[in-house]
């Protein structure tokens, strides 16, 4: 193994040089170079520090809609224990499991990172019960990850968006879990990339297992109601379940010489029982969905009160864009509030005022 170049104040305004021919010497073959990015819509000179996928990592850590995930729900709604996961914590997850895989197969770090940190930015407020809410409402549905997508092409930056390189974007608007195939990808979900489908697996680990043991924290279950076939083969612990998770990952995407990564058809059958049965008693359950449907009101009602209400509009979003629908400019507003936002707003919008008599 060479050992990597001293960098000197001569070399320093060629890092990024450096760091990209380290990329071919080091990563697998089937790994995504930054060198051969396909780019971004709009061109810019390259830093000279950082390679492409460094550089849309930093661009999405450092934008407001990456510190508003700190405040939006995972599974439970506005929870009130300090260890219960939020969006930011689960996003963190999945690129620290994402990592592991992509270090064990020699891929590119940087750009599982970006996609891993990009990919819930278009998540709405309370989970996926504010997703549903706000697919009912829009013409053609809504699905947070073309939310996010928009997000960083449209959205960030007043407008202008961080023009992401197109490996990041596609990682993005790939990493959803399908509708028919949740955990195996259909076929025209799957990124073209090896980095983005490891980022995919890694958010299907992260969530399964941490909404499990947020469903234990909460007393929803007990860790004897786990069915045993998952917890002999995946295992009985938090961190058993991801290691097994993550060890059949990368033995069996090297075992298929890195043509795809993908989980063994036996641990799929036990990933795919153990969401089904997140579904049942956790997900679907009377108390989860009681929530779910006052979250359904508060959205509803907040996005007519914007609809009819020029003022409001005006007051809470600022001026108007032209030539882009009321409806989907709401849309966008309603889908970037974190869960306090929204229940300050609603309580100043739809909830008497205590008088005071002086």
Same mark, same amino acid.
């Given at each position: 193994?060479?050992?990597?170049?001293?960098?000197?104040?001569?070399?320093?305004?060629?890092?990024?040089?450096?760091?990209?021919?380290?990329?071919?010497?080091?990563?697998?073959?089937?790994?995504?170079?930054?060198?051969?990015?396909?780019?971004?819509?709009?061109?810019?000179?390259?830093?000279?520090?950082?390679?492409?996928?460094?550089?849309?990592?930093?661009?999405?850590?450092?934008?407001?809609?990456?510190?508003?995930?700190?405040?939006?729900?995972?599974?439970?709604?506005?929870?009130?224990?300090?260890?219960?996961?939020?969006?930011?914590?689960?996003?963190?997850?999945?690129?620290?499991?994402?990592?592991?895989?992509?270090?064990?197969?020699?891929?590119?770090?940087?750009?599982?990172?970006?996609?891993?940190?990009?990919?819930?930015?278009?998540?709405?407020?309370?989970?996926?019960?504010?997703?549903?809410?706000?697919?009912?409402?829009?013409?053609?549905?809504?699905?947070?990850?073309?939310?996010?997508?928009?997000?960083?092409?449209?959205?960030?930056?007043?407008?202008?968006?961080?023009?992401?390189?197109?490996?990041?974007?596609?990682?993005?608007? !790939?990493?959803? !879990?399908?509708?028919?195939?949740?955990?195996?990808?259909?076929?025209?979900?799957?990124?073209?990339?090896?980095?983005?489908?490891?980022?995919?697996?890694?958010?299907?680990?992260?969530?399964?297992?941490?909404?499990?043991?947020?469903?234990?924290?909460?007393?929803?279950? !007990?860790?004897?109601?786990?069915?045993?076939?998952?917890?002999?083969?995946?295992?009985?612990?938090?961190?058993?379940?991801?290691?097994?998770?993550?060890?059949?990952?990368?033995?069996?995407?090297?075992?298929?010489?890195?043509?795809?990564?993908?989980?063994?058809?036996?641990?799929? $059958?036990?990933?795919?029982?153990?969401?089904?049965?997140?579904?049942?008693?956790?997900?679907?359950?009377?108390?989860?969905?009681?929530?779910?449907?006052?979250?359904?009101?508060?959205?509803? $009602?907040?996005? $007519?009160?914007?609809?009819?209400?020029?003022?409001?509009?005006?007051?809470?979003?600022?001026?108007?864009?032209?030539?882009?629908?009321?409806?989907?400019?709401?849309?966008?507003?309603?889908?970037?509030?974190?869960?306090?936002?929204?229940?300050?707003?609603?309580?100043?919008?739809?909830?008497?005022?205590?008088?005071?008599?002086?």
């Amino acid at each position: 193994m060479s050992k990597p170049p001293n960098v000197t104040p001569h070399t320093s305004r060629i890092v990024r040089v450096l760091l990209e021919e380290r990329e071919r010497q080091f990563l697998a073959p089937q790994a995504q170079l930054s060198a051969t990015s396909l780019g971004r819509f709009r061109g810019e000179e390259e830093c000279p520090l950082r390679t492409a996928f460094q550089r849309d990592r930093d661009r999405i850590v450092h934008c407001k809609a990456f510190r508003r995930l700190k405040h939006k729900t995972q599974v439970f709604l506005s929870p009130t224990g300090d260890h219960y996961r939020t969006r930011l914590t689960h996003t963190l997850e999945v690129s620290q499991i994402a990592r592991t895989i992509g270090r064990a197969l020699a891929l590119n770090e940087d750009l599982i990172e970006a996609i891993a940190l990009g990919h819930d930015l278009g998540h709405t407020a309370f989970g996926h019960g504010g997703e549903r809410v706000l697919h009912e409402i829009m013409p053609g549905g809504f699905f947070h990850n073309e939310q996010s997508l928009r997000v960083v092409d449209l959205l960030e930056n007043n407008g202008k968006g961080l023009n992401l390189s197109m490996e990041v974007r596609e990682g993005i608007i !790939k990493h959803s !879990k399908g509708r028919s195939h949740p955990i195996q990808a259909e076929p025209a979900q799957k990124s073209a990339t090896l980095e983005g489908q490891t980022v995919r697996l890694a958010d299907i680990v992260a969530y399964l297992n941490h909404d499990l043991d947020d469903a234990l924290r909460a007393d929803i279950l !007990k860790p004897e109601d786990l069915p045993p076939d998952i917890r002999h083969h995946i295992g009985s612990r938090h961190s058993e379940r991801i290691h097994r998770l993550v060890e059949d990952i990368v033995h069996t995407s090297l075992d298929l010489h890195l043509a795809e990564i993908r989980l063994s058809d036996g641990m799929l $059958e036990r990933v795919e029982g153990l969401r089904d049965f997140l579904f049942v008693r956790v997900y679907e359950l009377p108390l989860v969905r009681q929530d779910f449907d006052r979250v359904r009101k508060i959205i509803w $009602e907040l996005f $007519e009160a914007f609809m009819g209400n020029d003022d409001l509009l005006a007051r809470e979003m600022g001026s108007p864009v032209e030539d882009m629908e009321r409806e989907r400019q709401v849309c966008d507003f309603i889908a970037g509030m974190t869960d306090r936002y929204t229940l300050d707003l609603y309580h100043r919008l739809f909830l008497p005022r205590p008088w005071m008599k002086l």
